[in-house]
């Protein structure tokens, strides 16, 4: 058993039978109070946001997880085939467990799947992605110095603002955890 002081962003506990992910981590101790840890966790299985209070020193039931690097290959309705580079073994994840990582999710690229025994967890992909601009509307010449953003369509299917001199076709790397525009990428 671990206790509250080994909370950390990133790591798995079960609470209230549900296994979860935690968030962020705060520990507080407020003027003539007893200490606290203020927890923000995801729930894996429906992905709903969750907030509880630990008593300093409470102990917590920590859950191992283990990544292993996997290859998007494609998606067949509501699943996601992924594939083991050293094995070659390909296996489904249903769409509920990929959750919003689909948004950015080209064919080839490289993953880390989270695994409790021989269940997927979560899909984790690369801080920043390279993806090209399906279409947006045409920029104007001059248009670099104000911070006006523009909707624009990404191969992936998901729409994100980017500003005013990205143009259709254009590469862009977007950052994956917020899925904001980062920067313009030459070929």
């Given amino acids: 058993m671990a206790t509250t002081s080994d909370l950390r962003p990133g790591i798995f506990i079960r609470f209230n039978g549900e296994l979860c992910q935690v968030l962020e981590s705060e520990h507080r101790t407020p003027g003539n109070l007893r200490a606290f840890y203020q927890v923000k966790m995801r729930i894996v299985r429906s992905g709903k946001l969750l907030e509880n209070r630990f008593r300093s020193g409470e102990e917590i039931d920590l859950v191992r997880v283990e990544r292993r690097p996997y290859q998007f290959l494609y998606r067949d309705g509501e699943v996601y085939v992924f594939m083991e580079q050293e094995t070659y073994e390909q296996i489904p994840v249903d769409g509920s ?9 080209k064919e080839g690229q490289d993953v880390e799947l989270m695994f409790e025994g021989d269940t997927v967890l979560s899909v984790e992909l690369p801080p920043h992605v390279v993806v090209r601009v399906e279409y947006t509307e045409p920029g104007f010449k001059g248009d670099t110095t104000s911070n006006v953003l523009k909707p624009a369509r990404l191969e992936t299917g998901a729409t994100i603002d980017v500003p005013l001199f990205v143009n259709t076709g254009d590469l862009i790397r977007v950052d994956t955890r917020t899925g904001e525009y980062v920067e313009r990428v030459k070929e």
Avoid: E, I, T, Y
């Fill in 97 to 105: 467990v990929v959750g919003d990582a689909a948004r950015f999710l």
